[in-house]
Nanobody, 127 residues
Framework: QVQLVESGGGSVQSGGSLRLSCAASGYTVSGHCMAWFRQAPGKEREGVADRDGGGRTTYADSVRGRFTISKDNAKNTLYLQMNILKPEDTAMYYC?????????????????????WGQGTQVTVSS
Protein backbone atom coordinates (compact mmCIF):
# COMPACT_ATOMS: atom_id res chain seq x y z
CA GLN A 1 0.00 0.00 0.00
CA VAL A 2 1.41 3.36 -1.04
CA GLN A 3 1.47 6.13 1.53
CA LEU A 4 2.74 9.67 1.17
CA VAL A 5 3.07 11.69 4.36
CA GLU A 6 3.86 15.39 4.21
CA SER A 7 5.40 17.44 6.99
CA GLY A 8 7.20 20.71 7.49
CA GLY A 9 4.39 23.18 7.03
CA GLY A 10 3.83 26.06 9.40
CA SER A 11 3.45 29.79 9.77
CA VAL A 12 6.18 32.17 8.68
CA GLN A 13 6.55 35.83 7.89
CA SER A 14 6.95 37.13 4.38
CA GLY A 15 10.50 36.56 3.18
CA GLY A 16 10.98 33.49 5.32
CA SER A 17 11.70 29.89 4.37
CA LEU A 18 10.24 26.46 4.95
CA ARG A 19 11.16 22.98 3.78
CA LEU A 20 8.38 20.53 3.15
CA SER A 21 9.00 16.80 3.25
CA CYS A 22 7.04 13.93 1.74
CA ALA A 23 7.99 10.54 3.12
CA ALA A 24 6.95 7.65 0.90
CA SER A 25 6.22 4.08 1.87
CA GLY A 26 5.27 1.28 -0.48
CA TYR A 27 6.69 3.44 -3.28
CA THR A 28 10.22 4.25 -4.43
CA VAL A 29 10.74 7.96 -5.03
CA SER A 30 13.75 7.42 -7.26
CA GLY A 31 12.91 6.61 -10.83
CA HIS A 32 9.39 8.03 -10.67
CA CYS A 33 7.69 11.32 -11.39
CA MET A 34 6.60 13.11 -8.23
CA ALA A 35 5.25 16.58 -7.67
CA TRP A 36 4.03 19.19 -5.26
CA PHE A 37 0.64 20.85 -5.60
CA ARG A 38 -1.08 23.49 -3.53
CA GLN A 39 -4.59 24.72 -2.93
CA ALA A 40 -5.46 28.07 -1.44
CA PRO A 41 -8.89 28.73 0.09
CA GLY A 42 -11.47 29.29 -2.61
CA LYS A 43 -9.07 28.39 -5.40
CA GLU A 44 -8.41 25.32 -7.48
CA ARG A 45 -5.46 23.09 -6.77
CA GLU A 46 -2.43 24.05 -8.84
CA GLY A 47 0.87 22.44 -9.68
CA VAL A 48 3.93 23.92 -7.98
CA ALA A 49 6.82 21.74 -9.10
CA ASP A 50 7.59 18.28 -10.38
CA ARG A 51 10.66 16.10 -10.72
CA ASP A 52 10.90 13.12 -13.02
CA GLY A 53 12.83 9.92 -12.60
CA GLY A 54 15.88 11.40 -14.25
CA GLY A 55 15.98 14.51 -12.11
CA ARG A 56 14.44 16.90 -14.61
CA THR A 57 12.38 19.54 -12.84
CA THR A 58 9.54 21.88 -13.76
CA TYR A 59 8.32 24.85 -11.77
CA ALA A 60 5.27 27.05 -11.89
CA ASP A 61 6.11 30.59 -12.97
CA SER A 62 4.97 31.92 -9.62
CA VAL A 63 7.60 29.96 -7.68
CA ARG A 64 10.50 29.59 -10.13
CA GLY A 65 13.70 30.89 -8.56
CA ARG A 66 12.29 30.67 -5.03
CA PHE A 67 11.32 27.00 -4.63
CA THR A 68 13.43 23.89 -5.21
CA ILE A 69 12.11 20.35 -5.52
CA SER A 70 14.48 17.52 -4.67
CA LYS A 71 14.62 13.88 -3.65
CA ASP A 72 16.67 11.96 -1.11
CA ASN A 73 16.66 8.42 -2.43
CA ALA A 74 18.28 7.02 0.70
CA LYS A 75 15.48 8.45 2.82
CA ASN A 76 12.86 7.77 0.15
CA THR A 77 11.65 11.32 0.61
CA LEU A 78 10.62 14.18 -1.66
CA TYR A 79 11.33 17.75 -0.57
CA LEU A 80 10.22 21.25 -1.43
CA GLN A 81 12.53 23.99 -0.25
CA MET A 82 10.61 27.26 -0.23
CA ASN A 83 12.51 30.53 0.09
CA ILE A 84 11.46 34.17 -0.05
CA LEU A 85 7.93 33.17 0.84
CA LYS A 86 5.10 35.54 0.02
CA PRO A 87 1.56 35.80 1.44
CA GLU A 88 0.24 34.47 -1.86
CA ASP A 89 2.10 31.21 -1.18
CA THR A 90 -0.35 30.51 1.64
CA ALA A 91 -2.07 27.21 0.86
CA MET A 92 -2.38 23.56 1.70
CA TYR A 93 0.53 21.79 0.03
CA TYR A 94 0.18 18.25 -1.29
CA CYS A 95 2.71 15.69 -2.40
CA UNK A 96 1.71 13.51 -5.35
CA UNK A 97 3.19 10.56 -7.20
CA UNK A 98 2.51 9.06 -10.60
CA UNK A 99 1.76 5.35 -10.91
CA UNK A 100 4.55 2.89 -10.36
CA UNK A 101 6.81 2.62 -13.41
CA UNK A 102 5.91 6.11 -14.64
CA UNK A 103 9.30 7.78 -15.03
CA UNK A 104 8.23 10.94 -16.81
CA UNK A 105 6.07 13.83 -15.77
CA UNK A 106 3.49 15.39 -18.06
CA UNK A 107 4.26 18.91 -19.22
CA UNK A 108 2.53 21.86 -17.66
CA UNK A 109 2.14 20.44 -14.15
CA UNK A 110 -1.30 18.92 -14.71
CA UNK A 111 -3.13 17.38 -11.81
CA UNK A 112 -4.27 14.41 -13.86
CA UNK A 113 -2.09 11.34 -13.97
CA UNK A 114 -1.15 11.27 -10.31
CA UNK A 115 -2.35 8.15 -8.55
CA UNK A 116 -1.13 8.79 -5.04
CA TRP A 117 -1.64 11.84 -2.84
CA GLY A 118 -0.64 12.84 0.65
CA GLN A 119 -2.96 14.39 3.20
CA GLY A 120 -1.43 17.84 2.86
CA THR A 121 0.49 20.23 5.07
CA GLN A 122 -0.57 23.83 5.68
CA VAL A 123 1.71 26.74 4.85
CA THR A 124 0.71 30.20 6.05
CA VAL A 125 2.73 33.28 5.17
CA SER A 126 1.94 36.55 6.90
CA SER A 127 2.88 39.99 5.62
Amino acid sequence: QVQLVESGGGSVQSGGSLRLSCAASGYTVSGHCMAWFRQAPGKEREGVADRDGGGRTTYADSVRGRFTISKDNAKNTLYLQMNILKPEDTAMYYCAARPINYWTCSSGLPERGYSYWGQGTQVTVSS
